[in-house]
């Protein structure tokens, strides 16, 4: 079936290779994930291959984690927020995420490319942390 953007929302694994192909010759532009890794490694490398605008799931779905991480403040806080709040909060923190990806991206000499963005910003801030920690 045509289509031009894809979100992938369901089960990890269930875009392949092969069907990311189809895919592509059916003309997608875009893929944003909405769930864990549903696309394998293969599909991620047909997608980017065919210069698809492809938003791995650390990056796109963190919207559910960062509005889980807002829930546990409020309740910590035994606060009650607006719905108002919860979103401008989860609305700056998505900026972040997003101008944090393609800063990072430009950083590695990989302007465009929001999956090493993700990746290499992902890490740093895992390493970041453990430093903090005294972990390594």
Not at 60 to 88: C, K, Y
Not at 107 to 130: C, K, L, Q
Request: charged fraction near 15%; aromatic fraction near 6%.
């Amino acid at each position: 079936m045509p289509a031009t953007v894809a979100l992938p929302c369901a089960t990890q694994n269930e875009i392949s290779g092969t069907a990311a192909a189809t895919m592509v010759r059916h003309g997608l532009i875009a893929v944003a994930e909405g769930a864990n890794m549903p696309s394998t490694p293969e599909a991620v490398a047909v997608f980017r291959g065919a210069g698809v605008l492809f938003a791995p799931g650390k990056a796109a779905n963190a919207g559910g984690v960062v509005t889980s991480s807002l829930e546990m403040q409020q309740n910590a806080s035994r606060d009650s927020w607006t719905f108002e709040h919860t979103d401008a909060r989860l609305r700056e923190t998505m900026a972040t995420i997003h101008d944090t990806c393609v800063a990072t991206a430009d950083e590695y000499d990989a302007p465009g490319d929001y999956v090493v963005g993700a990746n290499i910003a992902g890490f740093t801030r895992v390493a970041d942390a453990m430093i903090a920690f005294g972990v390594i």
